[in-house]
């Protein structure tokens, strides 16, 4: 099968977003097929991995999925080597395990018999970078550490005393990457600003890969990657369509779509009619089922409010088939969208729904429900895993809650959603089905 490798980190800042983006476009620019992926619940960093390979990026989330909906999609890819990009530190995950581990990167090194390569910001420290990476090492027996790469290298002393000390321990380092050398791409605050919305985005991501050429011995990191093969075989995700042609929403405002959904949907025969709101362009007329993802809607507020066909066209969809908003595509379909400004904008008033950005709060972790009416296509007792991740607060929420939600410690959450008629909505990013047991 497929060899594979996941690139993880002690922590998050370390570099291993700029250091996977690298590696996924020098391999490229070598006529490797090189298949990326993602740890965990993250809309943006696949995308920028799309971008450095030209492949679609997977998320892989052990969590939310179980053993055989992720060998599914590792098994389903045709490539000749696999990049996962790790999430947050290698072992930081929920503090429960869920259906195949807590959602940390180490969960899928383990599952996948994939070797991790640390990337470690060796800034401030020299000789005790080998401590970490030792105690990384033997911290999970079933975990196989191919080596480090070290990235914010002071001085050629500095990358030397480091050497030395991980000599020592027979961990093998395949790069170091200067300090001057690092990369780092703007932020927002659900994480890095959209790779649609970056400038020169190609040149950003081959300037890594030239970094990455320059510093990281690329032939020595192929041969380290490995396969367990007796894991790939997989069941597939089911994740039902909700019609047979699905307007979905997609542009800067709703851009948090999951690829395996997707994927599954035009897996079971759908097909995906993709529309712009910002761009004023209703759903298609014989669309069967309308999907607002989530996104920036917050910063287009007005742009949004302003979107005439956009908002009659949705408005002409709910008189008889459904329609779903996830997160910023829930807030779309209320009643109003408050800005950080504390300006009111007029939304789709399809739902009664008022959210605020004025008193920013953060809402974030894992979630399980259980809907308690039909939701795209799925019948009420759906057992459902997802996340949940926004700083807007409920002003308003009128209409019947859609589903029983809990976190990641079955404690219940606020955050049920509600629907009216065929129109469902929730703060609940859907991942896969879940095989818990109801709350």
């Known amino acids: ?74 098994g389903g890819a045709d ?87 991980m000599e020592e321990i027979a961990i093998p380092i395949f790069g170091a990457i200067p300090r001057s050398a690092s990369l780092r791409l703007p932020e927002r605050h659900l994480g890095l600003v959209q790779a649609a919305e970056q400038a020169d985005l190609d040149g950003v991501i081959d300037r890594m890969g030239d970094i990455v050429e320059a510093h990281v011995d690329l032939n020595i990191v192929r041969r380290a990657a490995r396969s367990g093969a007796q894991h790939y075989r997989g069941s597939g995700l089911s994740m039902p369509p909700p019609g047979q042609r699905i307007a979905v929403a997609r542009d800067e405002a709703f851009s948090f779509t999951y690829a395996h959904v997707l994927s599954d949907w035009r897996n079971a025969g759908a097909e995906i009619l993709p529309f712009s709101p910002l761009a004023d362009e209703a759903p298609a007329a014989h669309a069967d089922a309308v999907w607002l993802p989530g996104g920036y809607p917050e910063l287009h507020a007005g742009r949004i409010a302003g979107a005439g ?35 009111a904008h007029a939304m789709a008033g399809l739902l009664g729904l008022v959210t605020s950005f004025a008193e920013r709060r953060l809402h974030l972790g894992y979630r399980r429900a259980r809907l308690l009416a039909p939701m795209g296509g799925m019948p009420a007792g759906t057992m459902l895993n997802g996340h949940e991740f926004h700083y807007s607060t409920i002003v308003e929420q009128p209409d019947h809650p859609l589903a029983q939600v809990t976190d990641a410690e079955g404690q219940p959450i606020s955050s049920t959603g509600s629907h009216r008629g065929r129109v469902t909505g929730g703060f609940f990013h859907l991942v896969a089905h879940s095989s818990k047991a109801a709350p």
């Open 1 to 74: 099968m497929t060899p594979g490798l996941l690139i993880a980190a002690p922590r998050s800042g370390s570099g291993k977003t700029t250091v996977t983006l690298g590696l996924l476009r020098a391999f490229s620019r070598m006529g490797i097929r090189v298949q990326p992926f993602k740890s965990g619940p993250d809309y943006i960093d696949t995308a920028f991995q799309q971008a450095a390979s030209r492949r679609p990026s997977f998320n892989l989330d052990s969590w939310a999925m179980s053993p055989s909906q992720m060998a599914a999609i590792v």
């Open 79 to 165: 490539a000749d080597l696999m990049v996962a990009e790790g999430a947050m530190g290698l072992f930081d995950g929920a503090p429960a395990a869920g259906e195949a581990g807590n959602g940390a990167s180490a969960d899928l090194a383990a599952l996948f018999g994939w070797p991790v390569i640390l990337v470690m910001d060796v800034s401030g420290q020299s000789q005790s970078a080998a401590a970490i990476a030792s105690g990384f090492r033997g911290l999970r027996p079933n975990l196989s550490m191919a080596g480090v790469i070290l990235n914010h290298v002071a001085s050629e002393r500095h990358e030397r005393l480091i050497r030395v000390a």
């Open 309 to 343: 066909r956009f908002l009659s066209g949705l408005r002409r969809h709910a008189s008889d088939r459904p329609i779903h908003g996830e997160c910023g595509g829930y807030m779309v379909l209320g009643q109003a969208l408050i800005d950080a400004d504390g300006q």
